[in-house]
């Protein structure tokens, strides 16, 4: 069973301030994906990862993948308020026979103090 | 474009009732999924479809069913509705391979 895990899972950080999220997951993929959901909201795309040594930047937030260690890494530059959300990120495991099925980690709820 | 549509947004159910969970999208996506979404939890995929008349389990599908007809709907029918279903559901949707799963707005279902 495919496992995937974020911490931390509560951030709390002042505007300004620099920090990392981390995603790791327990199986074979090439495939990992960010998403941001405000509260009572649905789930908006960050970034797509589709290859080991993959970054994507948008804005204050970058993204990486490393699949040989099984690790994605969200970094927040400079963080502003408008950045407290929960972030999740999901994987497409390589074996399961397609249909580019996610398995999604429990999320990371973010709060930047003003 | 309006992306995916889901209706209804909001729904209070008895236990042991069935309803439709409506989802359509108008962007031509082949790929189609149900998650429900647990408070403070990640996503959970229910089903999913690659085409029109395929469609194939995920990871919690007791409870439900689903049909594709046609390339823009998937509804969702849970049958004999229970307390443990009561949850968040998002309708996704995606072009092909390595494409963002794009997300409608939810379906908030209680059971009482």
């Known amino acids: 069973e495919l496992k995937v895990e974020q911490n931390p899972?509560?951030?709390s950080m002042q505007e300004g301030k620099n920090y990392t999220?981390?995603?790791?997951?327990?199986?074979?993929?090439?495939?990992?994906?960010?998403?941001?959901?405000?509260?009572?909201k649905s789930l908006e795309?960050?970034?797509?990862?589709?290859?080991?040594?993959?970054?994507?930047?948008?804005?204050r937030l970058m993204a990486s993948l490393d699949t040989k260690a099984r690790l994605s890494t969200l970094h927040i530059t400079a963080a502003v308020h408008d950045l407290s959300a929960t972030y999740f990120c999901a994987v497409d495991p390589i074996l399961t026979g397609g249909g580019n099925k996610l398995t999604f980690g429990t999320g990371?709820?973010?709060?930047v103090e003003l | 474009n309006a992306g995916v549509?889901?209706?209804p947004k909001f729904r209070i159910l008895k236990i042991g009732q069935s309803m439709t969970l409506q989802c359509a999208q108008d962007m031509n996506h082949n790929y189609m999924y149900w998650y429900r979404q647990d408070p403070g939890m990640g996503l959970k995929l229910i089903y999913y479809s690659?085409?029109?008349?395929?469609?194939?389990?995920g990871?919690?599908?007791?409870?439900?069913?689903?049909s594709r007809s046609t390339t823009e709907?998937?509804?969702?029918?849970?049958?004999?509705?229970?307390?443990?279903?009561?949850?968040?559901?998002?309708c996704a949707s995606t072009v092909d391979w390595g494409g963002p799963q794009h997300f409608g707005d939810g379906t908030r279902l209680s059971i009482l």
């Not at chain 1, 999220?21 to 009572?40: E, H, M, V």
């Open chain 1, 9 to 11: 899972l509560f951030l």
């Open chain 1, 21 to 40: 999220i981390y995603c790791n997951y327990s199986t074979t993929s090439d495939r990992l994906y960010w998403y941001r959901q405000d509260p009572g």
């Open chain 1, 45 to 59: 795309s960050l970034f797509v990862l589709l290859s080991n040594g993959a970054v994507k930047q948008e804005g």
């Open chain 1, 108 to 111: 990371t709820q973010l709060k």
């Open chain 2, 5 to 7: 549509t889901q209706t």
């Open chain 2, 50 to 57: 690659v085409g029109a008349g395929i469609t194939d389990k």
């Open chain 2, 59 to 66: 990871e919690v599908p007791n409870g439900y069913n689903v």
């Open chain 2, 73 to 90: 709907d998937f509804p969702l029918r849970l049958e004999l509705a229970a307390p443990s279903q009561t949850s968040v559901y998002f």
